[in-house]
């Protein structure tokens, strides 16, 4: 079930690969059914804020109606950033799912654990490497096609 | 011109305060301009991300038209959250001005220092106690108000 949702997380990290978006997707979903499917929208949008993440909790809210998502699950190709993981802590969601780790902003161990802050209020259970060189490969090869084009 | 503008962003916490939403209140300026001016409205729009900076930074950009706020200074009456202080790094922001310290997750000293985590990609420049007494007033106020309703 688990890799089953990262799959569809996949395909929308490529939908962003294919408007040269840095390829990042992401599901949330709740009693298995799913709320929201995202990719990172940042450049198309000229939003700072337009992550994946964002955009699904956005929607996930949306949906419900509510601003927390209890009970929901986020499943994401590469580990969040202080903001969305930050956005995941504030939206109440239960279990984060993600793929590849992040070296630049990682944020559920890479470069620091959100989970590990004291006082906040809400703590995810967090569980990573989940299609861990699927997720990876398609980062490495949009930043390698980019490469080639500077060249 | 800092405490200018952070009696902006009182003003928009007030604004909250008035429809019964947590009273934050955010300006972002540029060369002495206002970009956006805005305050908490997690409960109006039923969503997670509906923070007063989260709010802000999106208006920003779509005022600029693009996902960089570069030389941008935003006033907050309350220390950012992690969600918060992530997006205002995602977005570049140059110089922070806050109010009252936020002991449930503030993330540039109270929980923890967003700013000491190695590795990001940007890092603001970032001035507290502007206005503080005020700034946390409105919070104080709005809280005993609500616990007397509850009484």
């Known amino acids: 079930m688990i890799e089953k949702y990262m799959r569809i997380a ?5 939908k962003a690969k ?26 198309s949008l000229n939003s700072a804020i337009a992550h994946a993440e964002i955009l699904a909790i956005e929607q996930a809210c949306k949906k419900l109606n509510t601003w927390h998502l209890y009970g929901c699950d986020i499943y994401i190709t590469l580990e969040p950033c ?21 070296p630049k902003g990682g944020s559920y ?8 802050i004291r006082g906040l209020n809400h703590y995810p259970n967090v569980e990573k490497h989940i299609l861990e060189e699927e997720c990876s490969n398609i980062l490495k090869e949009y930043f390698k096609g980019k490469r080639k084009k500077l060249q």
């Open 18 to 43: 294919d408007i040269d978006e840095v390829p990042i997707g992401c599901v949330i979903v709740k009693d298995d059914t799913i709320l929201a499917k995202t990719h990172n929208l940042r450049e």
């Open 82 to 102: 202080p903001m969305c993981a930050g956005a995941i802590m504030q939206s109440r969601i239960k279990n984060v799912y993600f793929g590849a780790n992040n």
């Open 109 to 116: 161990g890479s470069n620091f654990n959100l989970n590990k």
């Open 10 to 14: 996949i395909e929308e990290a490529n």
